[in-house]
Each structure stands twice: as structure tokens, then as C-alpha cells.
């Protein structure tokens, strides 16, 4: 008999999900002998799973999921020392998270998924907002001989105030909050897989995706560790495309599907893109 | 924060939907904290409040944005930030030293002068092995009310949560003692401000009070006399304070020093600072104010730190 399983994939608009799902999708339908999670059989409806997978497979910029498109998939899967799972995946849009930041609510529904949640994925994309503060960019600028006046902007223009919005907040800012949202709502501890979306992008870096956060998000990095009572995370550098969509299309056409994904944990590279999912339903 | 998952769920509450079914579950609002939400903080765990006090201008919410800004880069004084209930709050006060505000030179908000304070909630685990997590409130309340505080001990009296702070940190602007003209009223200020807390009879005997001589670049530039108008005036303050606060320390710092100074002296201002204001007291150590019931006019939040010792009290054996 089968486990229920309930996987949430939280994060902002763009970051990944949905790409994500279809990726997953493709790879599990193919029954590839070389992912940690297989198949065992298919969902009831599979619309929207192959809807998105089909747009994936062509290299096209996946659908993004909106308040209006949110779907719930489920899959039936099993793994090598984990046992066989009914996995239920909501696909829920960027736009609910945002929502939950400026409005402060979240849907009794959504609570009611966090409440069920056997793991959570966590996706940033790596185009982050970092919130630069003036005092560190103009002592760059004192460092590098920037000769801006006061009161002045780059162009010479006296420049006029923007009033705070929450739209301004720096990335790890709204990730923490939505983590901090997650552990209120939460009746256990909470297995957080991280996601870095779009790794292709970042791996030139020649940085582990953990090593990546602690240096683009080091607030995030530092509620991750320091809550360790309470949530249990592990970062992975996922390239779902394998590249970037259009400018990257022709070549990765080219090659095989399974081959386009690209998973990075710690120092390994595969192509394995069940990882996360086999992360959060390891047995510990 | 996470750790009181349970007593935060009953917080919450739920609006219901047209069917009757509930339609949405409210989190928390994110923003400064009122004396409501700084007390539903303290009912759930041991918080330590440090009040900066100081005139308008001194430094106090550049003090409180610097100590976010800086553990949003890493690590701060032996920390690690482990949340907060306030982040949009710190993130506002934050707004003009960032270059999304389109503002070409740091600078911060001034507190909106209202009736009560508001509070910043910072959860902090020390970053050494088997450190457990901390509370820390700090105060936000504008330097006009620390006016009105110094001018009448009625209005004094109504500052409240001072009986409960376990720091009090005075600030003299440092760039106010870098300008001859305006350099002995800033000593006046502080000094003035701290004869009211203790006139009112609203610091505790064990609570720790701070002198911080604010902007210390601004008075480093200022030239020698200015260095030595600080010294003089720190001597005055220490003979003229010392006798009613043992506790009483001095410090300098530079929480946003201009590019151009050498800032890494003045950075470890700011740490050892909040290292000070954070220092927990021995375990067991009951306060003075703990020892007999909470004064009756006290307002809520006030009284939190009763509270809490009742709740400990309450759950001996």
C-alpha cells in the first residue's frame, strides 16, 4: 500500500515551479532507470501534467501558474528505500505567496495544504532583488574614485525619494517571512528542500548551490541554520530547461531531454531531477 | 517567532467566507510591533528590551536600522538572525539607506512622533554550538517624547515601558558635538533626558544605561576640539551619574560611518554595543522589579515582565 505524500513547491512569481513540474513530469513518465523516485502508474487526470510537460519538451517558456490555473497533482511514485507514495503536488501560483506578503492572509485552503505538508520546496530564482544599501555602494564608489556630489544620482540630477513598498523588499527578506509564515502554520518540524532555479545561469560561479545562498542571501542563510529545531533544509542547483529559453533553444533541442536537466547538491552533478522530492521523503 | 508555533496559531484568526466556510487564515502583520504585539512576543518567551533614548536626531532608529542592516549581511556581534515578527518594520526604517529609494545619500526616517513606543522583534541564536535562541525588543520612540519626558516628569512618568527595560541607552549626537554652537546642548539633552528617567524613579536598580556618543565619525572630522568637548563631557556624565547607576557604561560608535572615514573601529562600535545591550543576566538572577507586583498604572506592556515571571513561577513545582 501506498503512503500519502504531500510535497508543497512555495516561492514568488518566476521562480520555478511550474517549470519544475513539467520537468518532473517528463522524467517520471519516461521511467529513466536512473532517477532516485519511479513512476509506478498514472494519474487519474493527466491534463495539466502533460500540458506543461508539452511545452517543456519544446523548449518553450512553460505557462506560468496564476490564482485562476492552480492545480493539484498527484502522483504515484516509489523509491529505492523509501517505499511506494501517493505524492500530491499543488501547483500554486507565485502570485498567492506575494499575496500572503502585502495582504497578510493566506487562503484556508493553502493553510490547509501547509497543515498536510509532508516537505516543502522552496524556490528562488537567482536574478534575486539584494536591496544594495547606499552606504556600501558609496563606499565602492569612495574605494573605486566615483566622483558622484552629494544629492546628486549618477546622471547629475538631483534625485527625487521613492516612498517604501513592500515590492522593494529584498528577496531573502520575503523568503524568510514566507519560511516564518510556514513555521507558524506548521504542526511539526518542516523538511525545506531549497531550489535555486535557473542554476545554468549561476554554475560558472563555481560555487555549491549552498555556498551560492550563503553569498547572495546571507540573512536567509543564517534563519535556515540557526532554526534547525525547527525546519530541516538542504539546497540544490536546479536547471530544469538546462539553459535559457529562447536564446539557448536551438542547442538544447539538440540534445536529449533527460540530458538538458542539470540537479546540483553539494559537489554532485546529475541529471536527476526526483532529488529534492526523494530528499524530502528520505526516512531519517 | 517559529518556536511558539503553538501559542502563535491561537493568535490567528480566520475571516469567514460567504459559505460559511472559513476563507482566509490572518498571519502577522510584519510592521513595528505595538505595545499589544510586543506583549504577545513576551508572554510566549523571555525577550530582552533595550530602549534607545536621545533627542530628535541623536542616532536611535539609524542605531536600531544598522543593527538589522548588518545581520542582514551576515553574522552581527556574535549572532545569528533567526527571525523576526518586524521585518517589514526594519525594512521601512531601512528604505532611505537603499538605493531602490532613490535617494542618492543614507539617510533614515525620523520616528512619527505618536503616544507609544513601537518595537522592533529580533530572534538571535549565538553563532558558538549549542547556543539557544533569544528575544530582543528595541524601542522606537521619537526624540520629541524624550523632550517632553525631560521637560515635565508627569509626561516622564508615562514612558512606561523604562521600568521593564533591561538597557537603557542614552544617545549624545555626535554631530551636534562636532558644531561649537550646538555642542553643550547635546550634552544637556542626553544628560538631561537621563536626570528625568531617574527623577521619575523609572530605571531599575539593576538596568543597565548606556551613554553612546552617536556619530562618531562626524565628530572625529570635527577636529581635536570636538574629541575633546566628548572626553570632557563623558568625565561629567560619569561623576555627575555614576554614584546612582553602578551599571552605568560609555561607549562610542558610528553606525553608519561616512564612506570616507576608517570604518573598522567604528564598526565594532556598533557590535560590542549591542553585545553590551544583550548581555544576559546570570541565570536565576531575579530583578529588583520582579520582587513585588507591577506598579498599578502601569500600561500593558509594562507589566510583561511580571508576567513572564509569574507564568515561570507559576509552572514550579
Known sequence: MSNPAHVLLIGLPGSGKTTFLAALWHVLEERSSTTSLKLTGLSVDRTYLNQIAEEWRACSQVQRTNLQTEEMVVLHVDGDELGAFDLTVPDLSGEAFEQQLTERKTSAHHDELVQRATGVILFVHPDVQKGTQLTQARRLEATIGGDTQEGEGADGNASAILPWSIEKVPTQVKLIELLQFLLERAPRKVRVAMVVSAWDLVESLGVTPHEYVSREMPMLRQFLDSNSDLLEHAVFGVSAQGGSIPADKTALLAIDALERIQVCQGDEDSHDITKPIAWLLEKR | ?317
Request: with cysteine; proline share 4%.
Open chain 2, 1 to 317: 517567532m517559529a518556536d511558539e508555533l503553538d501559542t502563535d496559531a491561537k493568535e490567528t484568526t480566520t475571516t469567514t467566507g460567504a459559505i460559511g466556510e472559513p476563507a482566509f487564515v490572518d498571519l502577522f502583520a510584519g510592521t513595528a510591533l505595538n505595545a499589544a504585539d510586543a506583549d504577545a512576543v513576551t508572554l510566549r518567551s523571555p525577550v530582552q528590551l533595550v530602549v534607545l533614548s536621545g533627542a530628535e536626531g541623536s542616532g536611535k532608529t539609524t542605531a536600531l536600522a544598522s543593527i538589522y542592516e548588518r545581520l542582514s549581511q551576515g553574522p552581527f556581534a556574535g549572532f545569528q538572525f533567526s527571525g523576526s515578527r518586524s521585518l517589514l518594520g526594519f525594512e521601512e526604517v531601512c528604505h532611505l539607506n537603499r538605493l531602490a529609494s532613490g535617494s542618492t545619500e543614507p539617510d533614515t526616517a525620523r520616528t512619527v512622533r505618536t503616544q507609544d513606543a513601537a518595537y522592533y522583534h529580533l530572534a538571535l541564536t549565538g553563532v558558538a554550538a549549542g547556543e539557544r535562541r533569544r528575544h530582543v525588543l528595541m524601542s522606537a520612540v521619537s526624540g520629541e517624547l524624550f523632550r517632553l519626558a525631560r521637560n515635565s516628569r508627569e509626561d516622564c512618568e508615562r514612558l512606561t515601558f523604562l521600568h521593564r527595560a533591561d538597557a537603557i541607552v542614552v544617545l549624545v549626537d555626535g554631530a551636534r558635538l562636532a558644531m561649537p554652537e550646538q555642542r553643550t546642548n547635546a550634552h544637556a539633552d542626553a544628560s538631561g533626558i537621563l536626570e528625568s528617567f531617574l527623577d521619575a524613579k523609572m530605571v531599575g536598580a539593576s538596568c543597565r544605561v548606556e551613554f553612546i556618543f552617536s556619530k562618531l565619525d562626524r565628530v572625529l572630522a570635527a577636529g581635536q576640539s570636538a574629541l575633546a568637548f566628548l572626553n570632557t563631557t563623558e568625565k561629567k556624565l560619569e561623576a555627575k551619574f555614576r554614584p546612582r547607576l553602578p551599571n552605568l557604561t560609555f561607549r562610542k560608535i558610528a553606525a553608519r560611518p561616512a564612506p570616507s572615514s576608517s570604518s573598522g573601529e567604528l564598526n565594532d562600535g556598533l557590535a560590542d554595543a549591542f553585545v553590551s545591550w544583550t548581555a544576559l543576566e546570570p541565570r536565576g538572577a531575579m530583578k529588583p522589579w520582579m520582587q513585588s507586583a507591577p506598579p498599578s498604572d502601569a500600561r500593558e506592556f509594562s507589566k510583561f515582565g511580571w508576567r513572564h515571571f509569574e507564568q515561570i513561577e507559576g509552572a514550579k513545582p
